[in-house]
C-alpha cells in the first residue's frame, strides 16, 4: 500500500490545468467534502456532522466577496458492508454594490460499501435548488440624475425582467476512502459533477444560457511519521467551462493530549491557489469540535487593487463521535 501522501500527489497531476476560477470556491475546501462531491456524504468518523464556513474576500476593492456554507450529514442506515447517508448543503455568495448573489440548498444522498477491513467505495447523488438574485433598487442609473442631484424616483428606463431567477441542479460523484486499523494514517481520493442537467438561471435577459457541468476533484490524506505527528497534503480541482481552479497544500499536524475525553491537536499548512494566492492556515481540534482559519495571500494581477490582500475564511465543524464501550472491572469504589 502506497502511503496516503503519495495518492494525494499522484491524483493532482491527473487533474486540471490552473487557471482562474467562476463558481464558488473555498480554500478550506477539506471542511467542505460535499461542496465537492455528493459522495463525501457520511464519510467521516462519527454518526453526525455540521460544517459551517465563511469566506471574505477582496474587502478593500468595491467588488468584495462574502460566501457562507452550511452542511449537515449523518450515518442513517448501515447493513452489514453498505451504509446509507444524507445530507443537507446550503450556501450563499454575494458581491458588488447591487448585492448580486447566488444561493443554493439541496438534499443529498450517498451509498458507500466497504472494500475491506481498510477501505471503502461510496457513490452519492444531489438535488438542489439554485436562485441567482441582484437587488436592481441599490443601482444608480444616468436617467435617474435631475440635472446636478440624483433623484431614486425617477424612471432608470432600463429594460429589467426579473431580479430573481430560480431552477433544479442535479448533481452526482464517487469517493474511495482508506483508513489504516493501525495508526492515522488515511487517504480519500473523489470527484464530482454538478448541474448535469444543464439548468438555466435567468434574470428575464433576452438571451438564457445554460449553465456549465462543474467538475470537481480533490485528494486529502494523513500520514503518521512519528507516535504524535502527522504530515497533512490536501489537493483540488476544478473545471467549469473555460474557468478552472487548483488548490495544492501540505503541513504538518501535531497531536497535544489524547483520552475519550481529551483529544487535542494543531494543525498549520501552506497551500496555494495557483497564479492566485498563498493560503496560510491553522486549525485547532478538541474532543468533537474542529476550528480552522485562513487568508488568502494574493499574488495575481489582480494585486494591483488588492495589496495582496485576498480573504479570510473561518470554518467550524462539530461531529457526534461516540465514546467505544470499554469492560470494566469492578474493584473498588472511587469516591
Same mark, same amino acid.
Given at each position: 500500500?502506497?502511503?496516503?501522501?503519495?495518492?494525494?500527489?499522484?491524483? /493532482?497531476?491527473?487533474?486540471?490545468?490552473?487557471?482562474?476560477?467562476?463558481?464558488?470556491?473555498?480554500?478550506?475546501?477539506?471542511?467542505?467534502?460535499?461542496?465537492?462531491?455528493?459522495?463525501?456524504?457520511?464519510?467521516?468518523?462519527?454518526?453526525?456532522?455540521?460544517?459551517?464556513?465563511?469566506?471574505?474576500?477582496?474587502? &478593500?476593492?468595491?467588488?468584495?466577496? #462574502?460566501?457562507?456554507?452550511?452542511?449537515?450529514?449523518?450515518?442513517?442506515?448501515?447493513?452489514?458492508?453498505?451504509?446509507?447517508?444524507?445530507?443537507?448543503? /446550503?450556501?450563499?455568495?454575494?458581491?458588488?454594490?447591487?448585492?448580486?448573489?447566488?444561493?443554493?440548498?439541496?438534499?443529498?444522498?450517498?451509498?458507500?460499501?466497504? *472494500?475491506?477491513?481498510?477501505?471503502?467505495? +461510496?457513490?452519492?447523488?444531489? *438535488?438542489?435548488?439554485?436562485?441567482?438574485?441582484?437587488?436592481?433598487?441599490? *443601482?444608480?442609473? %444616468?436617467? $435617474?440624475?435631475?440635472?446636478?442631484?440624483?433623484?431614486?424616483?425617477?424612471?432608470? %428606463?432600463?429594460?429589467?425582467?426579473?431580479?430573481?431567477?430560480?431552477?433544479?441542479?442535479?448533481?452526482?460523484?464517487?469517493?474511495?476512502?482508506?483508513? +489504516?486499523?493501525?495508526?492515522?494514517?488515511?487517504?480519500?481520493?473523489?470527484?464530482?459533477?454538478?448541474?448535469?442537467?444543464?439548468?438555466?438561471?435567468?434574470?428575464?435577459?433576452?438571451? #438564457?444560457? %445554460?449553465?456549465?457541468?462543474?467538475?470537481?476533484?480533490? +485528494?486529502?490524506?494523513?500520514? $503518521?511519521?512519528?507516535?504524535?505527528?502527522?504530515?497533512?497534503?490536501?489537493?483540488?480541482?476544478?473545471?467549469? %467551462?473555460?474557468?478552472?481552479?487548483?488548490?495544492?497544500?501540505?503541513?504538518?499536524? $501535531?497531536? /497535544?493530549? &489524547?483520552?475519550?475525553?481529551?483529544?487535542?491537536?494543531?494543525?498549520?499548512?501552506?497551500?496555494?491557489?495557483?497564479?492566485?494566492?498563498?493560503?496560510?492556515?491553522?486549525?485547532? #481540534?478538541?474532543?468533537?469540535?474542529?476550528?480552522?482559519?485562513?487568508?488568502? *495571500?494574493?499574488?495575481?494581477?489582480?494585486?494591483?487593487?488588492?495589496?495582496?490582500?485576498?480573504?479570510?475564511?473561518?470554518?467550524?465543524?462539530?461531529?457526534?463521535?461516540?465514546?467505544?464501550?470499554?469492560?470494566?472491572?469492578?474493584?473498588?469504589?472511587?469516591?
Amino acid at each position: 500500500m502506497y502511503p496516503p501522501i503519495l495518492l494525494t500527489f499522484l491524483g /493532482l497531476f491527473i487533474c486540471f490545468a490552473p487557471a482562474v476560477a467562476q463558481d464558488l470556491h473555498f480554500s478550506q475546501f477539506y471542511h467542505n467534502p460535499t461542496h465537492l462531491t455528493p459522495a463525501a456524504t457520511g464519510v467521516f468518523k462519527g454518526e453526525w456532522r455540521v460544517a459551517g464556513l465563511y469566506r471574505s474576500q477582496w474587502r &478593500t476593492v468595491p467588488v468584495s466577496y #462574502e460566501t457562507y456554507s452550511i452542511s449537515a450529514d449523518w450515518k442513517a442506515i448501515q447493513q452489514g458492508k453498505s451504509l446509507i447517508s444524507f445530507g443537507i448543503l /446550503l450556501q450563499n455568495d454575494q458581491a458588488g454594490d447591487a448585492n448580486l448573489s447566488w444561493g443554493q440548498g439541496g438534499l443529498n444522498l450517498s451509498a458507500a460499501h466497504s *472494500l475491506g477491513k481498510l477501505s471503502s467505495i +461510496s457513490i452519492g447523488f444531489g *438535488l438542489a435548488a439554485i436562485q441567482r438574485s441582484v437587488d436592481i433598487t441599490r *443601482l444608480k442609473f %444616468k436617467n $435617474q440624475w435631475a440635472t446636478d442631484f440624483f433623484d431614486p424616483n425617477l424612471p432608470s %428606463k432600463e429594460p429589467f425582467g426579473s431580479s430573481s431567477g430560480l431552477a433544479a441542479t442535479l448533481s452526482a460523484g464517487l469517493l474511495w476512502h482508506y483508513q +489504516s486499523a493501525e495508526s492515522r494514517n488515511r487517504a480519500s481520493v473523489g470527484f464530482g459533477a454538478f448541474h448535469l442537467n444543464r439548468p438555466v438561471v435567468s434574470l428575464g435577459g433576452i438571451e #438564457e444560457t %445554460k449553465l456549465p457541468v462543474r467538475i470537481p476533484f480533490f +485528494s486529502e490524506a494523513v500520514y $503518521q511519521i512519528r507516535e504524535s505527528t502527522d504530515l497533512v497534503a490536501f489537493a483540488a480541482a476544478q473545471s467549469m %467551462k473555460s474557468a478552472k481552479e487548483m488548490v495544492i497544500g501540505a503541513g504538518m499536524r $501535531q497531536i /497535544l493530549t &489524547t483520552g475519550l475525553a481529551n483529544i487535542t491537536s494543531i494543525q498549520a499548512t501552506l497551500a496555494t491557489r495557483l497564479g492566485d494566492a498563498i493560503i496560510p492556515a491553522v486549525q485547532m #481540534e478538541r474532543n468533537n469540535w474542529l476550528v480552522g482559519i485562513s487568508y488568502d *495571500l494574493n499574488i495575481s494581477r489582480f494585486d494591483e487593487a488588492t495589496d495582496s490582500r485576498g480573504g479570510i475564511e473561518i470554518a467550524v465543524v462539530w461531529r457526534v463521535v461516540p465514546v467505544p464501550v470499554t469492560k470494566v472491572v469492578k474493584c473498588c469504589p472511587v469516591f
